[in-house]
């Protein structure tokens, strides 16, 4: 007889032990995985090195973490002896290292979350960049907020220290040459050479370095920019922000400093060389001259939506009934300045200003001149004269001083005729505005300009076919482009709504606050103002920070998400969507280089009676390039010792860099072999040259055009 299996009497004991034995294996499994969290998280305190940790297979960016202290002792303290220089994010420090090594180290202002960006973005992309053209990133400091950067010591310290600084004797013309060959060297690097291709995006004189044979170096990347994808330049920060604070946080707890990836690609170095490199630049239709004031935000808001509406976000949504008020002045603007497109198109005389200026009636001027703190980039250097003054009225008067200074308002309210600025004497400290007052320095627009100004008048009806001509090679370019910026701007309202309403909102904040300092601190002669900061004392080591050097101005720029890059430098293609092109770059070149052919600053405001269209350099420089006489910019300190041929490819290269049109800037390798001598200066376009565009060449050109198609 077989014994019958007795069967488990009771179905429910079965289930509870079945229970019994995962819960068992849930626990150990949680309990091992604990376990190994805890034994991981001990082995990476004990483990943590000063140095990153690199695998040998992965090219990682490899930089020295640096203590606080041996910081602190290197720069004796970071005691004002050793203090070079303050710029918009900290000071920077002479120090010796224990092995006596010569550094400078910049302490960043804490707290700022600008500043904790540029230093991400300064680690992560300097730190992967080694040449001889570019400023070394020997390494960092991270202690609880603080945040320093080691830089190789420049002994002969910033381009804007030479130039600018009265104690320096004048650079003589070899050594402005050689500045120039060398930045245009270093941006062929970063564009053409790095991979992914790296953006600047603050191309200026105090971000300009200079060793001890007055060889120069480019520095700060902390508004630099990875051209990531094939066509767009990339916000690093905008778009990689949760990869960067991820990485961040990683380096704050092991020491170790993330790299950048593309994507899911393997981390790839930068400053990788290229084989090749496809660029194709996001031309933004401006505008197809220098001139016309509100043509600016007339084709801004046409041809590229863009830039208008992003900056229009990100100052205005915090209030939609602000918005709309905004949005109604620069149709307002339209309608008063450039009524058609078509007469947009005609606008090629920068005298019109002047007559825009004459025409407008005294609240529509007013109108035009308030819109200027928001557009002014735009109008930077197309709107000459007028420009430099209302620029000058709108940030300077309201921004810094507007109680102090009855003579903002009456100048606000002068006669149209009294459109010159004419401030003199290198006003680098604030309490020279203030002895400065305006009304003193107005002269009468000579006859000449009144005449410029009727010339202006009939050059509104320009010969047709000059618009033709450009609508033919322009506007089909241009739908395709609009269209393309529609779908940028959906993407970018989509992607940056969030970060860009949340620092407009700060920002904001933090200027009501500063104003109120400002003017709590106004008399004080040893401040200087900051649109960061607000008033703090002046450093008087620093050059760099002269306030009417242009330099001023990143503050505010910086502060912001909408504006970025320097006043002045920074292309008027660029309103701070987060995109930024090589072309960029070369627009900031150009000033650059007629900065250090002329010894002037883009914006030079003097003291004594100078005229008018010399206060803006690029401006100048046009009218100079019409005349057919651009020697006459270059720095007269020099005398006759420069050479005029290298003098004047310098100015007609500068020129061909400043071109409205990104597209038709001219590439930075390019520019080498122009500044080395290996290929000719291209022509330049017709409103920088003396004589009007034939009809032979415009008939060409379209003959051209017909041909291929
Ligand atoms: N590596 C360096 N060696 C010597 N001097 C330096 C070095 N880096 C900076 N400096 C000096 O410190 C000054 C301030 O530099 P920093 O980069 O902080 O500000 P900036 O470029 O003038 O302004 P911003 O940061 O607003 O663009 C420079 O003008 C320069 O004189």
Redesign the pocket.
């Known amino acids: 007889m077989t014994s019958r299996q007795p069967l488990p009497s009771n179905p429910r004991h079965m289930t509870s032990t079945i229970f019994l034995i995962i819960t068992t294996l849930a626990s150990l499994i949680i309990l091992f995985a604990i376990l190994y969290f805890l034994y991981y998280l001990w082995y990476s305190l004990v483990h943590r090195s000063r140095t990153n940790p690199f695998d040998s297979n992965t090219p990682l960016v490899k930089l020295h973490r640096f203590s606080y202290k041996e910081l602190k002792s290197a720069t004796e303290g970071f005691s004002d002896s050793t203090s070079?220089?303050?710029?918009?994010?900290?000071?920077?420090f002479?120090g010796i290292l224990e092995d006596g090594k010569l550094?400078?180290v910049?302490l960043l202002d804490s707290g700022s979350f600008q500043s904790e960006r540029?230093f991400q973005n300064e680690l992560q992309i300097l730190g992967g960049i080694k040449s001889p053209l570019i400023?070394s990133l020997l390494g960092y400091c991270v202690e609880k907020s603080k945040r320093l950067v080691v830089?190789?010591?420049?002994?002969n310290?910033?381009l804007?220290?030479s130039l600018f600084s009265e104690s320096n004797l004048c650079m003589n013309w070899s050594r402005r040459f050689d500045v120039i060959l060398d930045v245009a060297k270093a941006l062929a690097f970063l564009h053409i050479d790095c991979d992914p291709p790296v953006i600047h995006g603050?191309v200026?004189p105090?971000?300009v370095?200079l060793d001890s044979e007055y060889r120069a170096k480019l520095?700060?990347f902390?508004?630099s920019r990875l051209k990531l994808e094939e066509e767009f330049g990339v916000d690093l920060f905008s778009q990689e922000l949760g990869k960067s604070q991820e990485l961040w946080k990683s380096q704050d707890l092991s020491g170790n400093l993330g790299v950048l990836t593309t994507g899911t690609e393997t981390p790839t170095p930068i400053g990788t060389p290229m084989e090749s490199q496809d660029e194709v630049d996001f031309a933004m239709a401006l505008q197809a001259s220098s001139s016309s004031k509100g043509s600016k935000s007339f084709q801004n808001i046409r041809a590229f939506g863009l830039n208008s509406v992003t900056h229009n976000l990100s100052f205005f949504n915090e209030n939609d009934a602000t918005s709309r008020n905004v949005k109604g002045k620069e149709v307002s603007v339209i309608e008063n300045g450039v009524a058609s497109y078509e007469e947009e198109l005609s606008s090629f005389d920068n005298s019109k200003k002047l007559d825009l200026g004459a025409a407008l009636s005294g609240d529509d001027k007013a109108r035009n001149v308030k819109q200027w703190g928001k557009d002014w980039w735009w109008r930077q250097d197309g709107s000459g004269e007028l420009c430099s003054k209302d620029y000058v009225m709108e940030w300077i008067g309201s921004q810094i001083c507007p109680s102090t200074n009855p003579e903002w308002d009456l100048e606000k309210k002068c006669s149209p005729q009294k459109t010159s600025l004419d401030i003199s004497a290198p006003l680098s400290k604030f309490e020279e505005v203030q002895e400065t007052t305006l009304h003193e320095q107005e002269i009468e627009i000579p006859k000449k300009e009144s005449e410029k100004e009727i010339k202006g008048k009939t050059h509104n009806k320009k010969p047709r076919k000059m618009k033709e001509w450009w609508k033919e090679e322009h506007l089909d370019e241009l739908s395709k482009k609009s269209k393309k910026a529609k779908r940028l701007e959906h993407y970018c309202k989509k992607r940056f709504k969030i970060p860009h309403f949340d620092i407009g909102k700060r920002f904001r904040f933090k200027r009501k606050r500063n104003f109120r300092m400002q003017n709590q601190n106004v008399d004080d002669p040893d401040a200087e103002f900051s649109f960061r900061k607000g008033w703090r004392r002046k450093n008087s080591r620093?050059?760099?920070?002269d306030m009417w050097s242009g330099?001023l101005f990143?503050?505010e720029l910086?502060s912001t998400t909408s504006m970025r890059g320097?006043l002045c430098y920074v292309a008027p293609e660029y309103g701070g969507c987060g995109y930024l092109m090589e072309k960029a770059d070369i627009y900031s070149f150009g000033v650059l280089i007629l900065v250090i052919v002329s010894g002037r600053r883009p914006l030079h405001v003097l003291n004594s009676p100078m005229k008018l269209e010399k206060a803006n350099l690029i401006s100048w420089c046009k009218q100079l390039a019409n005349a057919g006489n651009v020697l006459e910019l270059v720095d007269e300190r020099l005398r006759d010792d420069y050479n005029k041929e290298q003098a004047s490819l310098c100015i007609n290269l500068a020129l061909a860099c400043l071109q409205k049109m990104p597209e038709l800037r001219p590439d930075i390798s390019d520019i080498v072999k122009i500044l080395k001598g290996e290929m000719e200066l291209p022509s330049l376009p017709f409103e920088f040259s003396p004589s009007p565009p034939s009809r032979n060449f415009s008939r060409s050109r379209r003959r051209q055009k017909s041909c291929a198609e």
């Open positions: 070079i220089g303050k710029g918009g994010s900290g000071t920077v002479r550094v400078a910049k540029e400023v830089y190789e010591y420049m002994p310290r910033s804007q220290e603050d200026k105090s971000n370095l520095s700060d902390g508004l620093s050059v760099g920070s330099d990143s503050r910086s320097t």
